[in-house]
């Protein structure tokens, strides 16, 4: 199921299941904002 929602872009379901140990990230929002980043496409070097 995770990776049927990053590849559908929907990041509101994980960012609402993400386990946020030691209250790393503030908001949904933030949370969204570092899976993004996480999950953004890389180009060859």
Known sequence: MVAVLLLAK??????????NIGNRFASEETVIAFL????????DY
């Open 10 to 19: 929907r990041y509101d379901p994980l960012a609402r299941n993400f386990v």
């Open 36 to 43: 993004k980043e996480r999950t953004a496409r890389f180009t």
